[in-house]
């Protein structure tokens, strides 16, 4: 039974991706282009529904864009986080060891830093761009992913599938990749939707503070440029505030929709 926050979610996310799919055929024009009077309200002007900014820029041109920015730093940041937090949580749970050790040292030493300074530290290091803020927030991202990996391999891998696939002589790199990281899916899923959804809120707050990419218009720049006029314009923030929580909202929804799908015990209940 496909349950409520699933179908709740899945249409968010869809209409966020036909947003930004679509934000170049239904505003053509550059987002950061001076198009208006500065700070019209939603509504003021029919050809501005959602108002202008403090520079005359359209807001509904930003959101358009700015859901393509985010959705393209989100989806790639966290592909990067969950392949090389497969890789390393499927190695160290699978040998054990010595081996085990050695990852979890590793992945633990990433997790002692504070994620959001660490963020800030390798963006100062190598100044900020969309190249640099996907690879930062990547970063971050894995050692979470691998601790979660390592617990499904360890348990999977004791198995009576996988015993078997070792008595027959398959070879270690074939189990891993045909008899377990397939049962493990369901979990990687899951947290690949939370941790979209953690990477556009990062990049948000990133662009908030000024560390954002200075040629691109993000939901994050938009509220950083908009707090001065926050009395007297405060539609300016709160509609890009609203995109962002729409959004985390959505991809949390997905994945306790496709949690409740994908886990055995929940189709029973």
Known sequence: MIRLPLVIGGLIVLALVAMAASAGWIFPDDPMT????????????PAF??????LGRDIAAGIFHGARASLAIGFISSSAALALGTLVGAVAGYRGGR???GLMRISELFQAIPQFMLIIVLL??????????????????????????????????????VQSCRVIG??????????????????????GTIQVATAILMEAALSFL???????????????????QLREAWFVVAVPGLALLITALG?????????????PRGRRA
């Not at 529904?49 to 403090?54: A, E, N, Q």
């Not at 190249?131 to 391999?153: D, K, N, Q, Y």
Request: glycine share 10%; hydrophobic share 50%.
């Open 99 to 101: 081996v085990d050790d």
């Open 124 to 161: 100062v290091i190598f100044r900020p761009s969309v190249a640099t803020i996907i690879l930062a927030i990547s970063i971050v991202g894995w050692p979470a992913i691998a601790r979660l990996v390592r617990a499904e391999f360890i348990v999977l891998r004791e198995r009576e599938f």
């Open 170 to 191: 398959m070879s270690g790199p074939a189990i891993m990749l045909t008899q377990i990281l397939p049962n493990a899916l369901p979990v990687l899923i899951v947290s």
């Open 49 to 54: 529904p959602l108002g202008t900014d403090s």
């Open 251 to 263: 991809l949390n929804l997905l994945g306790d929709g496709l949690n409740d799908l994908l886990d």
């Open 210 to 228: 000024g560390l954002g990419d200075p040629n691109l218009l993000t939901w994050g720049g938009m509220i950083g440029m908009g707090r001065d």
């Open 34 to 45: 001076m198009v208006a009077e500065p700070l019209l309200w939603p509504g003021q002007d």
